[in-house]
């Protein structure tokens, strides 16, 4: 079992900046991606970035690239979202995951374990 724990989500005005923490505990060693989705209101959940922790690559949904960057501290079992230059349409509720195997990243039905969702909101 692993706890996946999203933490850092806020009110931001367009062009601000958010952090994203999502601590993990448990049995942490068999994630093999840890990643963020999110979801506005009345959308579906859509990928945003994720990390293959075996060698650090990093993935990204077309609306993040260029604006966020997905780090992992391994010693304290945390994956980070750093949010640059937000935008109105950045807010949702971002969610961490984590899957137990290789496979599609960016597909929702790969991560088995959840946590419970930090909301972001972002004022024009």
């Known amino acids: 079992q692993v706890q996946l724990v999203e933490s850092g989500g806020g009110l931001v005005q367009a062009g601000g900046s958010l952090r994203l923490s999502c601590a993990a505990s448990g049995r942490t060693f068999s994630n093999y991606f840890m990643g963020w989705f999110r979801q506005a209101p009345g959308k579906e959940r859509e990928f945003v970035a994720t990390?293959?922790?075996?060698?650090?690559?990093?993935f990204y949904a077309d609306p993040a690239k260029g604006r966020f960057t997905i780090s992992s501290d391994n010693a304290r079992n945390t994956v980070y979202l750093q949010m640059n230059g937000l935008k109105p349409e950045d807010t949702a509720v971002y969610y961490c995951a984590a899957s137990r195997r290789d496979g599609p990243y960016y597909n929702e039905q790969m991560y088995y374990y959840w946590g419970q969702g930090t909301q972001v909101t972002v004022s024009s």
């Open positions: 990390l293959r922790r075996n060698d650090g690559s990093t």
